[in-house]
């Protein structure tokens, strides 16, 4: 029935071609795979080709152009390029794409706001702690001795607030996201998708017919997005350049959970130090450990319970803040509002000039956990985040401190303790409860973003694989990853010991801090000018302002280095080398499966029986190639005194999408004559996706997926005859051709009534299809074929998997020797093979091994 759609396509394709012919204007319509997309109305036409989006899709457009198309000159040339052979799986993803929407729902505004309550227990904690230490850490490297010391502290503070994770994160970051998804990791998958920059070269077109990929790229900026996609994929020291960007920033985001934690409960206990005596560091660095370490148990139970459990805490925490901020304007002076005026930061840097520029340190830690309301993204949504920020988080903070200003601008003295100093008598032990509640709440915002950017970065191939629990039915984003979990709680722990002090922390923390905005300037500046084509004016006001605030900030706790900044850029380069080192020995390995691939002249010398017997069963051939016969299975044919009767290759992939709707998971394809029977299955995975599918009912949905794909396959091969006795001249229709893998050169228009008109088509197949395809499954060939594979079903499934050892070569260099022989070695020997990330009985599995040499 797909393949008589398509025929009807390229009817009304040619006939519309005719028509148009003597008319004037555009003579193809956008895709109903929606490829490309105009923002204009539904009336708006334009020419449609995959090499707009990537420079390996082939070029879907009939030939010839009107004359009168004015504008598209080099852009045009661009465009439509030499016609590219068209695989197979891409055919098949278009129609499967077309046949079946990606819609997403629309959270409710209930939902919405229960979602935006949660933040505050998840997102929020971190931020909403910070008036716990930011001007007891500025005021200690700038004594005061006048009201502008205060007021313009207090300006600079409510200037950053209002610049970074308003202005910024809220009404722009925050809309970079990744069909929901956010983070260093999905701001890349985004690129990648865009402009094929990933190192890893197993990019088929085919990916691009999945629905989500939402491929829209309007016409206005049209020619300078091509120019930066060119070069972006035509430099390998730029995809280079975008990775090591990538990652630096998604370590410093877990350098951000190791030092969070520790931060923000030592600064919430360190209030016992004046209450009780006795309490000295000893018992603060004890007491802070023993809390720490509850923190990080209760991780297992997910960010949903945890979040239900802290929400109300902090809810009640920011009220607190603002509060008690409001009570202390009032009490003590009022006319500290007149910081807004951004004057008194002239003035507070031209009375202290050094000692200002070294206090902007302490000024950066009042956005601390900013990233996380973009890195936390994934568990919540984007109107949820922006929602508890602009209502509570902003205002409760503005109050909290213009109030701890209002105080010191009386007590000028109170520094050390500012925070509890400012509180009232009456009610300091009910808010050190919450304040410690609340700093042990502010630890989860960050240790949520470490697991969704570990996450992310395992699916797009850049973290060595870990076991992944999914701690929530609902939102596939909440996770739990134990190893990353228990190494984040271990170094907390000593970061708590040997520095014992929240100031040298606080040095440390500011580096790791802005190290994260930079990244996320510079990548959502690249979306902006290859994804969005911005304006190049707004594009560029983007990094110059808060890039240029950012770069202030960090000059600032640069200074610092040597008091405790070495410490996250220490962090940073460990989880740096880690993913690096994985993702080019990834590369590296993928590189010589791609060589080492068996000829198909060689497997048509084996014969259909290739060369050993071939018992009952099917084999699945696990392996990460998307083209071409693995090595893998010539060592088995070597190894094994049989194989089994049909063999299929099974190609887990991970595409730069967060999630790939079922029904577009799976693609087939024949390889090599039919009486081998062998196929290629390409499961393709987004990095949302989970994969928890028991190996039966795996086993039964590949079953029924092939029978599809064989039925399918002779009701084409059937049409194909039937129309070949017709003079469609007009028509270049593609030959399956058993030996051949690549399919001929054909252009198809793509029709937007496609999926419109698919229900009206299918109910009118009976009266318009040949007869010899109405029989297409009373084909003898494929009963027999059929009968085949339910009879190997029957006998069972086999695992064939590979246990690849990967080394240098001799001639290689010292260096490469190193990372490949040793640390890319030890990285694959200690995290998850393939036998553990499937759930299949041992007795299942056969492995067999393999070196590849690189």
């Given at each position: 029935?797909?393949?008589?759609?398509?025929?009807?396509?390229?009817?009304?394709?040619?006939?519309?071609?005719?028509?148009?012919?003597?008319?004037?204007?555009?003579?193809?319509?956008?895709?109903?795979?929606?490829?490309?997309?105009?923002?204009?109305?539904?009336?708006?036409?334009?020419?449609?080709?995959?090499?707009?989006?990537?420079?390996?899709?082939?070029?879907?457009?009939?030939?010839?152009?009107?004359?009168?198309?004015?504008?598209?000159?080099?852009?045009?040339?661009?465009?439509?390029?030499?016609?590219?052979?068209?695989?197979?799986?891409?055919?098949?993803?278009?129609?499967?794409?077309?046949?079946?929407?990606?819609?997403?729902?629309?959270?409710?505004?209930?939902r919405t706001l229960a979602l935006a309550f949660q933040t505050l227990g998840v997102v929020y904690g971190d931020m909403g702690t910070s008036p716990l230490y930011v001007f007891s850490d500025v005021f200690s490297k700038v004594p005061i001795t006048s009201d502008v010391d205060v007021l313009g502290t207090l300006s600079l503070v409510i200037y950053t607030i209002a610049l970074i994770p308003l202005a910024k994160y809220v009404f722009v970051v925050l809309k970079a996201n990744d069909s929901g998804e956010g983070g260093t990791f999905a701001l890349y998958s985004l690129i990648c998708r865009y402009a094929n920059v990933n190192l890893l070269p197993n990019r088929q077109p085919a990916d691009e017919r999945i629905s989500s990929f939402k491929l829209k790229l309007p016409t206005p900026e049209l020619e300078r997005a091509l120019t930066i996609k060119e070069a972006l994929e035509r430099k390998a020291f730029l995809k280079k350049f975008l990775l090591l960007l990538v990652l630096m920033g998604t370590s410093m985001i877990i350098g951000d959970g190791i030092l969070t934690p520790a931060i923000s409960v030592m600064s919430a206990v360190s209030g016992l130090q004046g209450r009780i005596p006795g309490f000295g560091t000893d018992a603060l660095v004890v007491t802070s450990i023993i809390i720490l370490v509850g923190l990080f148990s209760i991780q297992r139970f997910g960010t949903s319970k945890v979040g239900l459990t802290f929400a109300p805490a902090l809810a009640l925490w920011f009220f607190s803040l603002g509060a008690i901020g409001l009570y202390n304007m009032l009490k003590y002076d009022v006319t500290v509002i007149k910081a807004v005026n951004p004057a008194y930061i002239y003035l507070f840097f031209k009375k202290n000039s050094s000692e200002a520029w070294s206090a902007l340190g302490g000024c950066v830690l009042c956005i601390t956990g900013a990233e996380a309301m973009f890195a936390d993204l994934g568990h919540f949504s984007v109107p949820s985040i922006q929602i508890a920020f602009t209502a509570v988080v902003f205002p409760c903070l503005l109050l909290a401190y213009m109030g701890q200003a209002a105080y010191l601008m009386k007590n000028p003295h109170?520094?050390?303790?500012?925070?509890?100093?400012?509180?009232?008598?009456?009610?300091?032990?009910?808010?050190?409860?919450?304040?410690?509640?609340?700093?042990?709440?502010?630890?989860?915002?960050m240790i949520s973003a470490s697991f969704s950017c570990v996450k992310q970065a395992m699916s797009l191939g850049c973290f060595p694989r870990l076991k992944i629990i999914h701690t929530s039915r609902k939102l596939m984003g909440q996770i739990y990853i134990p190893v990353i979990n228990y190494f984040l709680m271990v170094m907390c722990i000593i970061v708590v010991a040997v520095f014992?002090?929240?100031?040298?922390?606080?040095?440390?923390?500011?580096?790791?801090?802005?190290?994260?905005?930079?990244?996320?300037?510079?990548?959502?500046?690249?979306?902006?000018?290859?994804?969005?084509?911005?304006?190049?004016?707004?594009?560029?006001c983007f990094p110059l302002v808060f890039g240029t605030i950012e770069l202030i900030y960090l000059s600032a706790v640069l200074s610092k280095l040597l008091e405790g900044g070495w410490l996250p850029l220490a962090f940073a380069s460990f989880f740096l080398c880690v993913m690096y080192t994985w993702n080019y020995g990834s590369v590296l390995k993928y590189q010589s499966e791609v060589q080492g691939k068996i000829s198909m002249d060689f497997m048509l010398d084996l014969g259909s029986s290739l060369g050993t017997v071939r018992t009952p069963g099917i084999g699945l051939v696990y392996n990460e190639l998307v083209q071409g016969i693995p090595s893998v299975l010539g060592q088995f044919l070597l190894d094994l005194p049989a194989i089994h009767s049909t063999i299929i290759f099974v190609c887990i992939k991970n595409v730069p999408v967060p999630v790939v709707p079922q029904e577009e998971r799976f693609l087939f394809r024949r390889v090599c004559p039919k009486d081998y029977h062998m196929f290629r299955c390409i499961a393709r995975y987004g990095y949302k996706d989970i994969r928890k599918e028991d190996h039966r009912a795996f086993e039964q949905l590949l079953l029924e997926s092939l029978e599809k794909f064989l039925r399918k396959e002779a009701q084409e091969v059937a049409l194909e005859s039937s129309i070949g006795e017709q003079d469609l001249d007009s028509i270049s229709m593609w030959s399956r051709d058993d030996e051949v893998q690549d399919l001929d050169e054909t252009r198809v228009p793509l029709m937007r009534e496609a999926a419109q008109t698919s229900t009206s088509r299918e109910s009118n197949a009976g009266e318009d299809l040949p007869a010899s395809v109405m029989c297409a499954d009373e084909d003898p060939s494929l009963e027999y074929e059929l009968a085949a594979l339910r009879e190997a079903s029957e006998s069972g499934f086999t695992y064939l998997l590979a246990h690849g050892d990967v080394r240098a070569r001799k001639k290689s260099v010292f260096l490469k020797k190193l990372v490949v022989n040793y640390f890319y070695a030890f990285l694959r020997n200690n995290c998850r093979g393939g036998v553990a990330t499937m759930k299949v009985p041992h007795m299942n599995i056969l492995q067999v091994g393999m070196t590849y040499m690189v």
């Open positions: 029935m797909v393949v008589y759609n398509i025929v009807l396509l390229l009817i009304q394709g040619v006939k519309a071609a005719r028509k148009q012919m003597d008319g004037d204007g555009d003579w193809i319509e956008e895709s109903s795979v929606r490829l490309l997309g105009s923002s204009g109305g539904g009336e708006s036409r334009r020419w449609v080709d995959g090499s707009e989006v990537d420079s390996e899709s082939p070029p879907w457009s009939l030939a010839g152009d009107g004359e009168g198309r004015e504008g598209y000159g080099t852009v045009r040339r661009r465009l439509i390029k030499k016609p590219r052979r068209v695989d197979s799986f891409d055919v098949e993803a278009m129609e499967i794409a077309g046949a079946h929407g990606h819609h997403h729902k629309d959270d409710s505004l209930w109170d520094t050390s303790r500012i925070f509890y100093d400012s509180v009232p008598e009456s009610l300091f032990w009910p808010v050190f409860v919450i304040a410690t509640v609340a700093a042990i709440i502010a630890s989860q915002a014992r002090s929240t100031t040298e922390i606080a040095n440390a923390y500011g580096i790791a801090e802005v190290g994260v905005m930079i990244v996320s300037t510079a990548l959502v500046t690249l979306v902006m000018l290859l994804i969005w084509q911005t304006n190049l004016f707004v594009a560029l």
